[in-house]
């Protein structure tokens, strides 16, 4: 199965592995960035790629049927 997303990059970490396959929901990696990322729970933020540069809001999207995840990326936690 494709890997829909191969990492992910917290406001407080750098880029780490993270996999994640096409039936996964954008919720997932909420959930996932949550768990790793001590400083979520302070401020609100979204989940986003940067190319194309777009906010993924949509818990219930299934990765493998967003564009800027069907053959792999990188998730960004983004501070709004």
Do not use: M
Not at 2 to 22: D, H, K, M, Y
Not at 41 to 67: I, M, Q, Y
Request: proline share 5%.
């Amino acid at each position: 199965e494709i890997e829909a997303v191969t990492g992910v990059q917290t406001c407080a970490l750098p880029i780490f592995p993270a996999r994640f396959n096409t039936t996964h929901s954008i919720g997932d990696v909420y959930d996932f960035i949550a768990r790793s990322s001590p400083d979520s729970s302070t401020r609100a933020w979204v989940v986003a790629t940067t190319f194309p540069s777009k906010e993924h809001t949509d818990k219930s999207a299934v990765l493998g049927e967003l564009d800027e995840f069907k053959r792999g990326g990188v998730a960004v936690q983004k501070w709004v």
